[in-house]
């Protein structure tokens, strides 16, 4: 009895040694591969060209590739409710979005809880913005709340998904504005803006990533940043005519709950550094994306902030109590 | 002649080399059921980040085209579409294996796809800024009725009664409706499971429902899977270019058709090909024949599917929507390269445009040799080796296939018992087209009418929403004549005394 | 015009051709049943093709019983056993997947389908050879998409410790 407590003893001592010291020689040498990065949504959208920008200087800076695959299906719950069951070794990170992740598993089991996604950096975001047509009438945001009050319900906006950033957008901004519109979901950014340039829809619920994308064509009446985003300098923000939305469609990774906490940071730190670089910065930029850093030290702060406001939207929605 | 120029630049040999080993490879990729287009291009992306912006382009462009030519072996040989583009390709391309012409049906495919490949280039570098404007004028409403459209072909494609291909699509756009609803937001019919939440998977319906049924009986019977004959006969080229040539109108029509269709993003690509389908067999004299082996049944859809690749870049290249998903990450792949879609597509971006659009010309070009090449090979394989390696490989190649799409064993669960329902539908005069024709024009049926019912009711006029345009009362009237043409055919038929006793009371519900 | 020539041909036998629009009826029953519980945007689709088909299977059902129907004599060749074998042993093979590993369950799969398809008898030579080739295709293709196309297969939890 005694013997065997003894080795037990000195086997579980010898295995937390043991454990600390792969995760030191890991924290250390990490990543010694290829990190499989999964993509919960099919490939083109935002968060596959980010992926596929992140990838060259992941490669420059860590000498290991970044495997992009895809893994899509009910707006990301079909990989955000598989990850708690991928190797927890730090070679597998997963896309994190918001709103998505707070969103989706309210008030219903989508396979998934916020709380499963272990996120370890938070790397950027797409602005929400109203998008229309280089030919509307609606010059000013004041102009559209306008026609929206003479004309409860006729203004129409497409967007992308129910219960998704668009959607809260809406809703945020029919609260503050006071005024009533027709949101018309659409599968996708893509379809959403689509329906705007064929003049199916008055306005458009998009990203400056999306008016980035179509210069040519639409034009922004106000951007949900904190500032004027530098590639649309004359666009103005919410805050400025006095509605205060900022917020848009958040990007970062997640791990498996039981990813060592030291390989967690290395992941958030090589993150941050690919952030830092001024050719990706650059590129970012010119897409139309704000970037941001949510290292894994902030990330609870940052995720209880976003959570309150997306439960508050929710509740209007009538998604949650 | 700027384009000759990029051309040249294409030709160096480097990149007729990198065209070479796309086209090759994407053949390879596309003939594997489940390995789709989309994923050969994907995996190819960030290879193509260390290459010259022209290699990488060209590269792209070869695989793509090959992976689509590609999808036809599994269609003709193992009755598989490896995408829905190929759907109409099993109808008379499997029929022609089983009966022995597996090798003419190939190399009919390989004409028709350079054919139509060409046409479509053809299009996109001439008319693109035009025909871009056609993917604008279709709103929610007119994506409705063309789905509408799309189903209203069953009538004309179901063999036997027309009522249980009704049924048939209604248990498709049924299926279509599992899982998380994009309007709405609600969770349908997964009783619970999370299995189901994801919906069911296009592609892995594809390979359930036609490939496990040939599978199941394949095991049942020790007789070949294709009839062979004993003599040798090549590639059977001459006898292959008299049908192309006999078909030559419809070769240029399906082309066409398939181009045009293919501008609309998202539901083009899969209904191109069918509806080039039923058109060829509306125009044929002997259209009982197709759907037993007509090899312009054959022509049509092979010329309408490769023409998709050049009339798919149309609203991707200057509206920056991309048609197709493996559109999509070609798109995504040129922003990264630093390339703007818009007006300044054939002017600041020209060398960008030209150099791709020449990349497609000559992938398309090199289908011919490597084709025919790859393509005899295939057909040898498949009837040289023997049934107790055959049935394993093509298991195999289902699963891992099924799996690969979105690395999901659940998938293959779903995708196992698609095949097994189907085999048993099938069993009962359930042919598996209706129910794949529902399963993929159900969310652009739902989306359109929800999204027209929106914009209806905020408009105040909900009727005149979605029976106003123009062009929704052009496909209501295609959809009313494809419902009803097969009828007043039967009885123009049945007047000149010739009564066969099928089914004349069978009108839509 | 005689009977025989009115009467319509079953696929298979003519109870089942009445059986199967029974089913599709049960089928729309239970969609529109469950669509109850879904939001009206959510709902009117699965409730309006479930209401299609149902009218289909009804009309079907009324087209059999006024026009007769006339049981498919010339079918149902082969080996039954072995077809459900088949759909068993595939089953089989996906559910232990994620347990065994992809190489594992593969080439078990690969050797059980190729059991299931001989209908001649084996002779040693023709089993090795059978072999060696399953081997070097699954190992072709557990190449092509574990290590060219980065598809991350199953390495089986049994495994993973």
């Known amino acids: ?321 | 002649m700027e384009l000759l120029s990029y051309a040249l630049g294409a030709l160096s040999p480097v990149n007729l080399g990198l065209a070479l080993l796309g086209v090759a490879s994407g053949i390879v990729i596309g003939a594997l059921p489940g390995l789709s287009a989309t994923m050969a291009v994907a995996v190819l992306v960030p290879v193509t980040f260390g290459m010259a912006p022209e290699s990488a382009l060209i590269m792209l462009g070869a695989i793509y085209t090959g992976a689509i030519y590609g999808g036809s072996y599994s269609a003709i040989l193992v009755n598989t579409p490896g995408t829905p583009s190929a759907i109409a390709t099993t109808f008379d391309g499997f029929p022609m294996a089983k009966r022995g012409d597996g090798d003419l049906a190939v190399t009919l495919s390989t004409l028709a796809s350079v054919a139509g490949g060409l046409v479509g280039v053809l299009a996109l570098l001439t008319l693109a800024p035009l025909l871009a404007q056609v993917a604008l004028s279709f709103g929610p409403v007119e994506y409705f009725w063309l789905a509408i459209f799309g189903l209203t072909l069953i009538s004309a494609l179901s063999e036997g009664s027309t009522l249980k291909g009704f049924m048939g699509a209604g248990f498709g756009l049924l299926l279509s409706t599992i899982g998380v609803a994009v309007v709405g937001g609600d969770i349908r019919y997964t009783f619970g499971s999370q299995v189901l939440l994801g919906g069911i998977e296009t592609v892995s319906a594809l390979i359930g429902l036609y490939c496990i049924p040939v599978l199941i009986d394949l095991v049942a019977t020790p007789e070949a899977h294709l009839k062979v004959d004993e003599e040798r006969r090549g590639i059977r080229l001459r006898e292959g270019l008299g049908h192309a040539w006999l078909g030559k109108l419809n070769l240029l029509r399906s082309a066409s058709i398939g181009t045009v269709v293919a501008i609309l993003p998202g539901a083009g690509g899969s209904i191109a090909s069918l509806v080039s389908y039923s058109e060829a067999r509306r125009a044929a004299r002997d259209a009982s024949s197709f759907g037993k082996g007509n090899p312009q049944g054959v022509l049509a859809t092979e010329a309408a599917n490769n023409a998709t690749v050049g009339g798919g870049f149309i609203p991707t290249l200057v509206l920056g929507i991309p048609g197709t998903p493996p559109d999509a990450v070609i798109l995504g792949a040129l922003l990264v390269q630093g390339f703007r879609t818009g007006p300044e597509l054939f002017t600041t971006n020209a060398s960008i445009t030209y150099t791709f659009v020449a990349g497609l010309f000559l992938a398309t070009c090199l289908l011919l040799p490597l084709g025919l090449l790859i393509g005899r090979y295939a057909f040898k394989s498949i009837i040289t080796i023997p049934k107790a390696l055959l049935v394993p490989t093509i298991a195999f190649m289902t699963v891992i296939g099924t799996y690969a799409i979105r690395n999901s064993v659940s998938d293959v669960l779903i995708m196992l018992t698609l095949g097994v329902v189907g085999w048993l539908l099938n069993r009962y005069g359930f042919r598996p087209s209706p129910i794949v024709l529902g399963l993929i024009l159900g969310p652009i049926a739902e989306q359109g009418f929800v999204q027209g019912f929106l914009m209806g009711r905020a408009s105040g006029a909900i009727v005149t929403t979605f029976f106003g345009g123009p062009i929704s009362l052009t496909i209501i009237a295609l959809s009313v004549l494809s419902v009803f043409y097969p009828l007043l055919k039967e009885r123009r038929a049945r007047r000149r005394g010739h009564d066969n006793g099928s089914s004349h009371q069978e009108a839509s519900p | 015009m005689t009977d025989a020539n009115r009467k319509l041909q079953a696929a298979c036998s003519a109870r089942s051709e009445f059986l199967l629009p029974l089913l599709f009826i049960a089928l729309s029953g239970v969609c529109i049943w469950q669509a109850r519980d879904m939001s009206q945007l959510g709902a009117v689709f699965p409730t309006t093709i479930a209401l299609v088909t149902l009218v289909a299977a009804v009309m079907r059902i009324g087209q059999l019983a006024l026009r007769g129907v006339r049981s498919n004599v010339g079918r149902g060749r082969g080996s039954t056993p072995r077809r459900v074998l088949l759909v068993l042993a595939m089953a089989a093979w996906a559910l232990a997947m994620p347990w065994a590993g992809f190489l594992l369950a593969g080439l078990a799969s690969f050797v059980t389908l190729m059991l299931i398809a001989q209908h001649e008898p084996w002779t040693p030579r023709r089993l090795m050879g059978h072999l060696i080739t399953g081997g070097v295709l699954v190992g072709c293709f557990y190449g092509l998409f574990a290590l060219l196309l980065n598809v991350p297969l199953p390495v089986g939890r049994w495994w993973m410790g």
Do not use: C
């Open chain 1, 1 to 321: 009895m005694r013997v065997s407590r003894s080795i037990a003893l000195v086997t579980g001592l010898g295995m937390t040694i043991a454990a600390g010291v792969t995760t030191l020689a890991v924290a250390n040498e990490f990543p010694s591969k290829d990190v499989q990065y999964v993509i919960p949504f099919g490939p083109g959208g935002e968060s596959d060209i980010s992926a596929r920008l992140q990838q060259k200087y992941f490669e420059e800076i860590t000498g290991q590739q970044l495997v992009v695959q895809y893994m899509p299906g009910g707006g990301g719950a079909v990989g955000w409710s598989q990850l708690s069951d991928m190797p927890s070794d730090g070679y597998t990170i997963m896309g994190s979005n918001l709103p998505h992740i707070i969103l989706k598993p309210m008030g219903k089991d989508v396979g998934f809880q916020t709380e499963d996604l272990n996120n370890v950096f938070y790397f950027h975001y797409s602005p929400d913005a109203i998008l229309v047509r280089n030919d509307s009438p609606y010059e000013t945001l004041d102009d559209l709340i306008q026609a929206a009050e003479e004309a409860p319900g006729t203004v129409t906006f497409s967007g992308s998904g129910t219960y998704s950033a668009n959607d809260v957008a809406n809703t945020r901004f029919q609260q503050l504005a006071d005024v009533t519109t027709t949101y018309i979901p659409f599968k996708g950014t893509g379809a959403a803006v689509t329906a705007l340039l064929g003049g199916q829809v008055q306005a458009e619920w998009g990203y400056t990533t999306v008016a980035a994308n179509h210069q040519d064509k639409v034009r922004m009446l106000a951007v949900a940043a904190e500032e004027r985003h530098p590639m649309f300098p004359e666009v103005p923000t919410f805050k400025e005519l006095g509605y205060d939305m900022v917020g848009g469609a958040y990007r970062g990774m997640a791990v498996p709950d039981a990813t060592p906490e030291g390989v967690q940071q290395e992941l958030s730190d090589i993150f941050q550094q690919i952030n830092q670089d001024p050719g990706f910065r650059q590129e970012m930029q010119d897409l139309g994306f704000v970037l941001m850093d949510v290292p894994l030290g902030e990330m609870d702060e940052f995720m209880a902030e976003r959570r309150d406001m997306y439960e508050a939207s929710a509740r209007e929605l009538g998604l949650i109590d």
